[in-house]
T-cell receptor
Framework: EAGVAQSPRYKIIEKRQSVAFWCNPI?????LYWYQQILGQGPKLLIQ????????DSQLPKDRFSAERLKGVDSTLKIQPAKLEDSAVYLC??????????????FGAGTRLSVL | DQQVKQNSPSLSVQEGRISILNCDYT??????FLWYKKYPAEGPTFLIS?????DKNEDGRFTVFLNKSAKHLSLHIVPSQPGDSAVYFC?????????????FGKGTKLSVIP
């Protein structure tokens, strides 16, 4: 079974530029998550989708971050314009469904973003 | 406000000995807890979980203990192996959240010395 695919693996941009990350979840997984992991911290949820609808985006800085999952499968996360503090690893995860207490999320390898 | 705390950034253990990783939480609504393991340049992978109705869950060399009154859980690895060297994240969630959002600790880096 293929895992969660993310691209690119690395990205270096200058502040005020824009950047986009792509995620393809495990086939059949209805729920998709984007996390931000700053160096030395645990992953922090940015946004959660159930199929193509947003379940929780309370921690997404909406003035500069946006995400979509138009067909309920793959997803893109965009930052525009980027700030220095956006330097982090952006992790995508997926799970079968949100209505499970055993909420096992499967993570991709992440995209490491460096903003200079 | 950190709701899930892993106060030890790192831990070194000899191969074959027991590794004990600790985690504390402050939100009394949390009712499900998970441990994830992360190797460099990879995403976290699920290791073991425990519901608040239990105080122990075991899976091979890995055992998680939950002390609800102390709001504390621990992960025991016996015996420790060099391949266990990784960063371990404690995570928590609660049923009433609807979204079952996970709150992660900062992680503990385990080094198992051959």
């Amino acid at each position: 079974e293929a895992g969660v695919a993310q691209s690119p693996r690395y990205k270096i941009i200058e502040k005020r530029q824009s950047v986009a990350f792509w995620c393809n979840p495990i086939s059949g997984h209805a729920t998709l998550y984007w996390y931000q992991q700053i160096l030395g911290q645990g992953p922090k949820l940015l946004i959660q989708f159930q199929n193509n609808g947003v379940v929780d985006d309370s921690q997404l800085p909406k003035d500069r971050f946006s995400a979509e999952r138009l067909k309920g499968v793959d997803s893109t996360l965009k930052i525009q314009p980027a700030k220095l503090e956006d330097s982090a690893v952006y992790l995508c995860a997926s799970s079968l469904g949100q209505a499970l207490a055993k909420n096992i999320q499967y993570f991709g390898a992440g995209t490491r973003l460096s903003v200079l | 406000d950190q709701q899930v705390k892993q106060n030890s950034p790192s831990l070194s253990v000899q191969e074959g000995r027991i590794s004990i990783l600790n985690c504390d939480y402050t939100n009394s609504m949390f009712d499900y807890f998970l441990w994830y393991k992360k190797y460099p340049a990879e995403g976290p992978t699920f290791l073991i979980s425990i519901s608040s109705i239990k105080d122990k869950n075991e899976d091979g060399r890995f055992t998680v203990f939950l002390n609800k009154s102390a709001k504390h859980l621990s992960l025991h690895i016996v015996p420790s192996q060099p391949g266990d060297s990784a960063v371990y994240f404690c995570a928590a969630t609660y049923s009433g959240a609807g979204s079952y959002q996970l709150t992660f600790g900062k992680g503990t880096k385990l080094s198992v010395i051959p």
